[in-house]
């Protein structure tokens, strides 16, 4: 909505423009010639606005989200709508307004709603994420005439992706906006709330309180509500009637018309706006191989990350005649430029106003278009695009064939064809088009009366994903006599060949029979025999793809019998308990609790405070590494990496790279000035790669150029020859070629396994083995270092997003051989970490030294996300070997497991993380006797590393696998078997630790009883009695987690507190803020030390000039340390400031501290902290490697749909031990965040090698090297109800302020969605007489649901046995 009142007049005063302008947040721009490589979001960073984040530059994160603003000549009205400025060409916003985050709100023009909601619901950790979810919302809103509704708001955020929150806060703070939560938007206006009054995000009502907490332990209460909150009335958000907070859409783009335009870009590139078709036809007669463009959502990534240079653009955007939306007697026609979101509105529109009959295949697409990739693609991408694309798995091809759509087609002389959809599509993205012809519109006709159509989608995630095989189905019944009749029919498939494809002997089969139950047996088999995918096909998953050809007909079958049942004469009904093969998935408003008390110590430990940067999140304003000025003369770098897994480098050609347009410099081995040598634990890494390399990804060498586009263009030209070694791509390869790290096999007992199954105690034993699948990191803001030098290289600083300052001082200082002491890394805030930016970081930062180093120059090195995924390391993959000795009644006597970790090239953590996953592999379980035997595997991928749980959850998963086995052995429940093995208090660990202050019985029985487990699982049981094709599973974890890091030295921490004479504290500590809320607990704790208020303390960054050796921030642990170090340091200046403070009554602190400056008394402290009481001796593997554990307990519900694989998880309730939490609020997000991380790792994320299970990919690649591939949890996946509880009343006697380290612990809790899935796919089996035990890899994907409930469509294809492939 705009606010034009009279756009007629406007219309005829429209002016003529003489230059292509554009506004920004307000600002008008002019555009100069020249730029028509750049997307949107290179020009806003360019410009300074770097609110706008650049996380993947596929449009797949929705980091760059803002919002577009035109006004439609032909509505008269003003259009908004969010965009991924990644993929948007800038001069296709050429005449409009961009609002990026920083013209929603800020910090001194005052917070916008949205922003301010956010941040009282906790919805910002990192912040990466922040602003692309602001401004998806805000599109919403300022498009939206009436309030959306919960559906609308969680539909628009589908294009989102965040890392570390779980979503469920954001989902919370933005629901306020919804219809269900009036107070905005009616009767209780702002008017009506009283001053400092808030607007719960759970509730949508009025509150004084931002979360739903038990009770308030602390009476001096200060209620965490800033009183400057002032929601706005509705009409103030969405623009109607703007106020002076609202950017108004300027009135000199409402005057002025587009004009064609004609620019240039780098290379030659010619950009052209042409805004009638007789231009295109004719731009198109000159340049027959030129580029049409409408969203560039093909194109772009062509571009961009395929690197085809394209030399002719036609933006088609505008072109009438290419955006008519003609509604008429014999069906709808579309031009090819209508946007998606557009086509959808018709759709939504024409369906409320045609007869019923005529709009099946309308209903189809709106189905098939709500899964179609995410909102921002959406409000962008054409039909056009899509179609002419021809991608095999297009969404919207197989249901234009289906439904018998015509393609009109103009030549360049303005002659018109039709051709049906279904003779369009020639080969792979090959289309009927010469090259003098484009699509000028598609013309889809009304379905007829009992004439159905139907749309198939399976992906590996419902929301924003391509599809895995897609169909579109139309049949057109008659009834003959009793029966009904097929008489025209069409099976389109997408994802089975290198085109969209009709099964035609399928339709000639159906057509003309009856439809019944016959026709049913008999399409099928002819579908066999219609639809073949050969062994090979890329994408891999063929049995997979196979079974859905099968299971899509079949839902086809029952959809249409049950459509036709009540009308008239049906023999055969469909079967009630196949009727929710039919039911389409739809997702509820999330339901969510978070409960705990609140334990007060001082002025704020203890509060839920918000995160201390939240504010500067929401906004924008939050600077992280790349967002940081260039300094100038600086240079952005590019890496030259290995394409071989294994191989002797035989000769490198850096010519091509030297003639390259803005090159500076490149630099391999030789040039490196101190030692090339480099690894985290032992120096078994090459900082560039000098004879040989190990794994694809492996750095070369370095360019560096005058901007990133031409540094990575010259990088590319960099010619290297190989001579290829034999590669080891998986554990199972490294154990037969006994390829292991050296000195990496370590071993744990306890009691006397071998003696133990010899002895008639162990009344059954059983063997197996577990595939664990690894996990990218996926932090939103990818690895990147800035450096320069200072005294002309006599020191050397940098910016760095790490977890590990350290580690890249130590680095750099070792490449370019400099003392430590002159060299310092900066790091303020990190955009997630996870373990990822522990170690794998300080390489890239050390490669950017070298040429900063050698030319003087500072040097960027940002990595592009698929690099990022390609080189940096993941969550390490493992194997486990078992066999288990136990009871009848399930009492586990003796384990013996042999475990493997695939650690790639280099050792890096990979020994710490096998060790890791060693202490935990007995979980909760006390088993008297146990032998592991952990191995290291040396294999050609790109080195693993840390990550959240830090091989614990690994070894977790492994003993809940032997668990579960146990219990289907048995004949019990697992939860039966866990609860008879529990430790308890006293328990000795297999490494000699014995377990104190155990809280493992009261948050699984305070769980248990929270979820009604066993009512749940009799409803469960008997829903699966009553559906034969939906199966639902319940199931509960525990966990416990050993807080420390292992390596004793590394439990140390260090703190600097400054107190300045305002009364305002400054706290640098060697902890890196990443979202995890560290430096709001921190900066807590110095607040009650001080009896000061929070907003006193600041916490600006880390820096090793500041805090010397800092550990990594990692374990779970930097709270604990980092909070004690500042307290010690707190606690020193309090003693120096007691003689003075004792002498009179001070009226604020700043006073007495003045009164303390004024004696010459130090107010600065630094502040030291080391773990007490722990110690683990590593030649016997005996000791206490921890303070103390963390315990909590899990239960979930899921659904999975064993015809397709699909899933969702109904419930999932978390009970954890935090102690007395120092701050709930952040405590809960951390359980929220961990627990949606893992499960994207049980069930979503699949990292696809180039290995023996891949032939289709190139050897030692990663497939899934974006997020295009490789998908994450959306807010989609997030449970329907998801509640969090934080055990009550149970002080921690080991740790600062009686709290508990939260991070990693909670992230092995998704296994509870893992092995819930299991028991659905058990009841599936059961089905078909499948009762046994089964293994089941996680991710427990859609391809492995699918076929592990093995029925008569998965027969065909594969044996009972069948498993399908992980890269391990
Ligand atoms: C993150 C992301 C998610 C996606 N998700 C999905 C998904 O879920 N399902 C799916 O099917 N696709 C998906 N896609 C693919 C893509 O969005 C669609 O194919 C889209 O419809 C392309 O439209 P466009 O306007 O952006 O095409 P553009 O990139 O502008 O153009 C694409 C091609 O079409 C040609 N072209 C355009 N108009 C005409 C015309 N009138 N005549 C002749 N040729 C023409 C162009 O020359 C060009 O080669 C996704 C893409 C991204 C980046
Ligand atoms: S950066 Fe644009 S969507 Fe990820
Ligand atoms: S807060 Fe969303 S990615 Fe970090």
Not at 513 to 539: C, F, H, M, S, Y
Not at 849 to 878: C, E, W
Not at 1039 to 1049: A, R
């Amino acid at each position: 909505m705009g606010s034009l009142n009279k756009e007629e007049e406007m219309e005829q005063i429209a002016e003529e423009p003489k230059e292509a302008i554009l506004y920004v947040n307000g600002v008008r721009k002019v555009l100069p010639d020249g730029f028509a490589h750049f997307t949107l979001l290179d020009y806003l960073r360019d410009a300074g606005l770097t609110g706008t984040k650049l996380g993947c530059g596929e449009g797949g994160c929705g980091a760059c989200t803002v919002m577009v603003s035109h006004y439609d000549r032909k509505m008269k009205k003003c259009m908004h709508y969010s965009v991924n400025a990644c993929l948007t060409p800038l001069y296709s916003v050429e005449g409009m307004h961009v609002i990026t985050v920083e013209g929603v709100g800020n910090r001194k023009r005052g917070l916008h709603p949205i922003q301010e909601s956010l941040v009282r619901s906790h919805g910002s950790q990192c912040g990466f994420c922040t602003p692309g979810f602001i401004m998806s919302l805000y599109a919403l809103l300022r498009s939206s005439e009436t309030p959306p509704s919960e559906e609308q708001i969680e539909e628009s955020l589908a294009g989102n992706l965040c890392r570390c929150t779980g979503y469920r806060p954001i989902v919370d703070a933005f629901r306020v906006f919804s219809k269900t939560s009036d107070a905005l938007y009616a009767g209780i206006s702002s008017l009506s709330l009283q001053e400092g009054e808030f607007i719960c995000p759970s509730t949508g009502k009025p509150c004084s309180c931002g979360s739903k907490t038990v009770h308030d332990i602390d009476t001096n209460d200060q209620s965490i509500c800033s009183t400057r909150y002032k929601p706005l009335s509705y009409s103030e958000v969405d623009g109607s009637t703007y106020t002076d907070k609202e950017l108004i859409f300027p009135p000199e783009l409402l005057r002025r018309k587009l004009t064609p335009l004609n620019l240039s870009g780098l290379g030659g590139l010619k950009w052209y706006r042409p805004l009638t078709i007789k231009d295109v036809l004719e731009l198109k007669e000159k340049y027959p191989n030129v580029k049409l463009l409408v969203g560039n959502t093909e194109v772009g990534i062509e571009m961009r990350l395929k690197r085809i240079p394209y030399q002719v653009l036609i933006s088609v955007a505008h072109v009438p005649d290419l955006n008519i939306l003609n509604v008429k007697d014999d069906g709808i026609e579309i031009g090819a430029a209508v946007r998606l979101t557009e086509l959808l509105n018709l759709f939504r529109e024409v369906v409320t106003q045609r007869p019923a009959h005529e709009t099946s295949a309308c209903k189809a697409f709106i189905e098939q278009l709500k899964w179609f990739a995410g909102t921002q693609i959406r409000n962008v991408a054409s039909v056009g695009g899509n179609v002419c694309t021809a991608s095999p798995i297009s969404d919207l091809n197989p249901l234009w064939m289906a439904a018998g759509a015509k393609f009109r087609i103009i030549n360049c002389n303005g002659n018109i064809r039709t051709t049906p959809a279904e003779n369009f599509f020639l080969d792979y993205r090959k289309v009927d088009l010469t090259s003098n012809e484009i699509l000028l519109s598609i013309v889809l006709p009304w379905t007829r009366p009992f004439e159905y159509v139907k749309e198939f989608k399976q992906a590996h995630r419902r929301d924003d994903d391509i599809a895995i095989v897609n169909a579109g189905m139309r049949v057109c019944l008659e009834e003959k006599g009793e029966e009904w009749v097929v008489s025209d029919a069409s099976v389109a498939y997408g994802g089975v060949a290198p085109l969209s494809v009709c099964a035609t002997k399928t339709k000639e089969f159906l057509i003309g029979k009856e439809w019944n139950q016959d026709v049913l047996r008999g399409a099928l088999n002819v579908l066999r025999t219609d639809i073949v995918l050969k062994e090979d096909a890329p994408g891999g998953m063929v049995e997979f793809r196979r079974s859905l050809t099968l299971s899509f007909f079949f839902k086809f079958f029952l959809w249409v019998s049950h459509q036709i049942e009540g009308n008239k004469s049906i023999k055969e009904s469909v079967p009630l308990s196949h009727l929710s093969a039919i039911k389409s998935f739809h997702r509820p408003p999330l339901v969510a609790s978070q409960d705990y008390e609140i334990r007060k110590h001082g002025t704020s430990v203890g509060s839920p405070e918000v995160h201390l940067s939240s504010r500067l999140q929401v906004t924008g304003e939050a600077e992280y590494t790349d967002d940081t000025p260039m300094p100038p003369n600086g240079l952005h770098a590019a890496l030259v990496l290995s394409k071989k897994p294994h191989a002797r480098i035989l000769s490198i050609d850096d010519s091509g790279a030297k003639s390259s347009p803005g090159f500076a410099g490149i630099f391999f081995a030789k040039d490196v000035p101190g030692s090339n040598k480099i690894g985290s634990i032992v120096l078994d890494e090459e900082l560039f790669a000098s004879e040989f390399v190990t794994c694809v990804g492996q750095v070369i060498g370095i360019v560096v150029a005058d901007t990133h586009e031409n540094a990575k263009l010259a990088a590319g030209k960099v010619h290297i020859e190989y001579e290829e070694l034999p590669a080891i791509l998986s554990i199972e390869d490294a154990i037969g070629a006994k390829s292991f790290h050296p000195n990496s096999q370590k071993l744990m007992r306890k009691g006397d396994v071998d003696l133990c199954f010899q002895s008639d105690q162990c009344e059954k034993i059983i063997e197996g083995k577990v595939q664990v699948g690894g996990q990218e990191h996926f932090y939103l803001e990818t690895q990147s270092s800035l450096v320069w030098t200072m005294d002309s290289g006599n020191e050397v600083h940098m910016i760095s997003s790490t977890q590990s300052p350290r580690k890249h001082q130590v680095y750099v200082s070792h490449v370019l051989g400099l003392p430590m002491s002159k060299v310092v890394c900066k790091t303020k805030r990190i955009g997630g970490g996870f373990g990822g930016k522990e170690t794998r970081s300080a390489f890239i930062a050390a490669a950017a030294a070298v040429p900063s180093y050698l030319m003087n120059r500072p040097v960027k090195l940002t990595l592009d996300r698929d690099i990022d995924m390609i080189i940096s390391g993941q969550r390490h993959s493992f194997l486990g070997k078992y066999k288990v000795g136990f009871t009848n009644k399930g009492k586990v006597l003796a384990l013996d497991l042999q475990i493997y970790n695939n650690a790639g090239n280099s050792l890096d953590l990979s020994l710490a993380v096998l060790q890791c996953a060693m202490f935990h592999s007995d979980n909760v379980y006390e088993i008297p006797n146990v032998r592991i035997l952990g191995s290291v595997c040396f294999t050609n991928l790109p080195s693993n590393t840390a990550f959240r749980g830090f091989g614990g959850p690994q070894g977790m998963l492994i003993a809940e696998n032997w668990i579960q086995r146990i219990a289907l052995e048995l004949k019990k429940s697992p939860e039966q078997i866990r609860e008879i093995n529990f430790q308890g208090e006293g328990s000795i660990m297999h490494y000699g630790q014995q377990l104190e202050h155990c809280t493992l019985a009261q948050v699984w029985n305070e769980l248990k009883v929270s979820c009604d487990f066993l009512k749940v699982r009799e409803e469960v049981d008997e829903f699966n009695l009553q559906n034969r094709w939906k199966k639902r599973g319940v199931a509960m974890i525990p966990t416990k987690f050993g807080i420390s890091f292992t390596n004793k030295f590394l439990n140390q921490a260090g703190a600097l507190v400054n107190v300045y004479t305002d009364g305002t504290v400054l706290v640098t500590h060697g902890g890196v803020e990443m979202g995890q809320g560290l430096h709001t607990k921190v900066a807590q704790v110095a607040a009650s030390a001080f009896n000061i208020p929070l907003n006193s303390v600041f916490i600006s960054e880390t820096s090793t000039d500041k805090v010397p050796n800092a550990s990594p921030t990692a374990a779970s642990a930097s709270s604990d340390m980092y909070a004690a170090a500042a307290l010690d340091a707190c606690e020193q200046i309090k003693a120096r400031i007691e003689p003075i403070a004792s002498q009179r009554n001070f009226s604020s602190f700043a006073e007495l501290v003045t009164a303390c400056y004024l004696e010459r008394i130090d107010l600065s402290a630094h502040g030291f902290y080391i773990t007490p009481d722990i110690g683990f001796d590593w030649s016997t593997c005996k000791g206490k490697p921890f303070s103390y554990y963390t315990y909590g307990a899990a239960f979930a519900e899921v659904e999975i749909d064993t015809l397709t694989g699909d899933f969702h998880t109904r419930t999932a309730n978390v009970y954890m031990d935090l102690g007395y939490s120092l701050n709930p609020a952040i405590d809960v997000g951390q359980v929220e965040g961990a627990f949606i991380q893992g499960l994207g790792w049980v069930a979503l994320e699949e990292l696809k090698w180039g290995d023996a299970s891949h032939k289709w990919v190139p050897s030692g690649c990663l497939y899934t090297c974006g997020p295009g591939s490789y998908k994450i949890p959306s807010l989609n996946d997030i449970p329907f109800e998801f509640n969090v509880s934080l055990l009550k009343g149970n002080p921690n006697v080991k740790a600062i302020h009686s709290s508990k380290a939260v991070g990693e612990p909670p992230f092995f809790m998704a296994s509870s969605v893992f092995f819930a899935i299991k028991y659905a796919i058990l009841a599936a089996r059961a089905e078909t007489g499948h009762t046994g035990w089964f293994p089941l890899d996680n991710p427990a994907t859609p391809e492995r649901i699918r076929m592990a409930c093995l029925d008569e469509f998965t027969a065909p294809f594969v044996s009972s046995d069948f498993h399908p492939k992980l890269s391990v």
